[in-house]
Nanobody, 129 residues
Framework: QLQLVESGGGLVQPGGSLRLSCAASGFTLDYYAIGWFRQAPGKEREGVSCISSPDGSIYYADSVKGRVTISRDRAGNTVYLQMNSLKPEDTAVYFC??????????????????????WGQGTQVTVSS
């Protein structure tokens, strides 16, 4: 069974850090572009970051650029999202997704949910004092 599982969410104070993990089972993440999305209450889901395959190109939303780092652990079949300097507006459910997105189209397609084939169940991130 093909599955993505996110973990690492939680409650953190403003200015704090969290590292989210996206672990795959049943398939190898190496062959997919992996995106992180988030959905805040009452808002649409939005793209946060993406790491491509095979060239490893990385994309960030303007709202998180400079505070977030995406990385891939090929041996562990896991993708991470390190989030620093967290703000209350980062509060959301965070999802990871895998898509067989042609690398040369990623710059224009990575933020589109329709580009992804597999989704995790999400992990809650709450930034509050």
């Amino acid at each position: 069974q093909l599955q993505l599982v996110e973990s690492g969410g939680g409650l953190v104070q403003p200015g704090g850090s969290l590292r989210l993990s996206c672990a795959a089972s049943g398939f190898t993440l190496d062959y997919y572009a992996i995106g992180w999305f988030r959905q805040a209450p009452g808002k649409e889901r939005e793209g946060v970051s993406c790491i491509s395959s095979p060239d490893g190109s990385i994309y960030y939303a303007d709202s998180v650029k400079g505070r977030v780092t995406i990385s891939r652990d090929r041996a562990g079949n896991t993708v991470y999202l390190q989030m620093n300097s967290l703000k209350p507006e980062d509060t959301a459910v965070y999802f990871c997704a895998a898509g067989a997105i042609p690398w040369h189209t990623l710059s224009s397609n990575w933020m589109a949910e329709r580009s992804y084939d597999y989704w995790g169940q999400g992990t809650q991130v709450t930034v509050s004092s």
